[in-house]
Nanobody, 119 residues
Framework: QVQLVESGGGLVQPGGSLRLSCVASGSIFSNYAMGWYRQAPGKQRELAAAITSGGITNYVDSAKGRFSISRDNAKNTVYLQMNSLKPEDTAVYYC?????????????WGQGTQVTVSS
């Protein structure tokens, strides 16, 4: 079992920045791929950014050049630095931990943190 706790959301003006944090506990953090998903009202949840256990990153096209995902295995924490925020970035952001071992997929979610971009 993995428990994930997000923090860092809030209200920010367009063009501003926020850094989300997600602290994991309960298992070996470094074994997991980590991701930040987001869900806007009336829309499906989508992957915003992900980082593998080896540090390879991936971003949704709309976030490329503005978002940066990183992980600190010593602190069991994954971060999402979001710059040049736009109103369309408004969503609940969820932290995700995922690994596959011996044919079994393990998938865990945090409770979500609200990000609102508005003037």
């Amino acid at each position: 079992q993995v428990q994930l706790v997000e923090s860092g959301g809030g209200l920010v003006q367009p063009g501003g920045s926020l850094r989300l944090s997600c602290v994991a506990s309960g298992s070996i953090f470094s074994n997991y791929a980590m991701g930040w998903y987001r869900q806007a009202p009336g829309k499906q949840r989508e992957l915003a950014a992900a980082i593998t256990s080896g540090g390879i990153t991936n971003y949704v096209d709309s976030a490329k050049g503005r978002f940066s995902i990183s992980r600190d295995n010593a602190k069991n924490t994954v971060y999402l630095q979001m710059n040049s925020l736009k109103p369309e970035d408004t969503a609940v952001y969820y932290c995700n931990a995922n690994r596959k071992r011996l044919g079994i997929e393990y998938n865990y979610w945090g409770q979500g943190t609200q990000v609102t971009v508005s003037s």
